[in-house]
């Protein structure tokens, strides 16, 4: 494993790691998916609309996001002590879980505009962490990440409504001014980790027949006190581990908890 820069999550608020997880490990988790997307809806989890007019009217009614909570290999993804070491690390205590998503991302999709994850998961205390792993050549052509280079050490924004031709979150967090984004090109088994309150946020998939492929997980810290709705924490080793909700209202005053980093 070369990892590389992982300074860089205290300094700019992410870092790579490269080379985390084996091509075969990554084809198999993508072949895995497809399965799952090929089988057809899991009411509740995971509810593609698989014809042909709703994918020319958008792809992601077809390949829509993917829990952890269907897929036992996924699972063992979300909990994979390579992770863990690192993130134990990073959060300088032990690590739980939160949550995961597999996203498709084809041809013509839809970006996810800038916000920051915490927004969503609302730890307290805290932050939670982003392992994002990279199923696909991942760059700017295919709808690859950029983030916010040291918007980690800021407090959370009051997201501006986005733009819905170009993201499929209705969440857009403006740059900072004087800070810019910057992409993140990765290669299969890549992981990027980064810190909640990093902006960061993706383009649409403007190739012609590339899908960007991903694999993310959420983490927090053991003290942790209370997490928002919807995030079911676990331990390294699989143990529920029951939080409780978030109080309050948010940044905003007025949005509660939702599932939608990524």
């Not at 860089?8 to 799952?36: H, K, M, Q, Y």
């Not at 002590?81 to 084809?106: D, W």
């Not at 994002?132 to 950029?146: M, T």
């Not at 890549?190 to 990093?198: E, K, T, Y």
């Amino acid at each position: 494993m070369a990892v590389t820069g992982m300074e860089g999550l205290e300094e700019d608020g992410f870092a790579v790691a490269r080379g985390l997880f084996s091509r075969a490990e990554i084809d198999a988790l993508c072949a895995e998916f497809t399965a799952l997307k090929d089988a057809g809806p899991v009411p509740g989890h995971f509810e593609p609309r698989a014809s042909a007019a709703d994918e020319a009217a958008d792809p992601l009614r077809v390949h829509p996001r993917v829990p952890h909570r269907i897929s036992e290999l996924s699972l063992r993804f979300l909990l994979d002590p390579r992770l863990g070491e690192i993130l134990q690390t990073l959060l300088g205590e032990e690590v739980l879980a939160a949550q995961s998503m597999f996203y498709f991302k084809p041809p013509g999709a839809r970006g996810q505009a800038l916000h920051q994850d915490n927004f969503y998961l609302r730890v307290e205390p805290g932050t939670c962490v982003a392992a994002w792993i990279a199923c696909d050549v991942i760059d700017r052509e295919n709808g690859g990440l950029e983030v916010v280079p040291g918007t980690h050490r800021m407090d959370l924004f009051c997201p501006e409504e986005a733009d819905i031709e170009l993201s499929f979150a209705r969440e857009y967090v403006p740059p900072p001014p004087g800070l810019e984004p910057v992409p993140v090109v990765m290669e299969p088994g890549d992981v990027l980790f980064f810190n909640g309150s990093l902006v960061h946020g993706s383009q649409p998939n403007r190739s012609a027949d590339r899908f960007r492929r991903s694999f993310i997980g959420h983490y927090v810290g053991r003290s942790a006190e209370r997490i928002g709705a919807y995030y079911d924490t676990l331990t390294m080793d699989g143990t529920p581990v029951a939080l409780p909700e978030s109080e309050g209202a948010g940044p905003c005053g007025t949005e509660f908890a939702a599932v939608g980093p990524h």
